[in-house]
């Protein structure tokens, strides 16, 4: 991305439990919004304003759309600018 100053520096160890209980072929969908609820959350910043990195998505679609990891260690960058950043460690 761009070479910014950053406020925060998070590591965050993220459980997709509520995904596992969406139905099989949604899973990886869903786990997606959880991260961006749990960023969201935790980071007190809007869910629009929360960019996440492709290889999170490839990280949580890597056993395919109804094997979803149980839960996923991300690193989460909050830029002064009001952009979050949720990429892997």
Avoid: C
């Avoid at 439990?17 to 980071?43: H, L």
């Avoid at 056993?63 to 009001?82: A, D, M, R, W, Y």
Wanted: cysteine-free; glycine content about 2%.
């Amino acid at each position: 991305m761009v070479e910014n100053q950053y406020s925060t520096e998070l590591i965050l160890n993220i459980p997709l439990r509520d995904a596992k209980k969406a139905s099989k072929s949604r899973r990886a969908d869903v786990a997606i919004e959880v991260i961006k609820d749990f960023v969201a959350r935790f980071t007190k910043s809007e869910k629009e304003n929360i960019w996440i990195d492709n290889k999170v998505n490839e990280a949580i679609w890597k056993k395919g759309k109804f094997k979803i990891p149980s839960h996923i260690t991300v690193k989460i960058i909050k830029l002064q600018e009001g952009t979050t950043e949720v990429i892997l460690p």
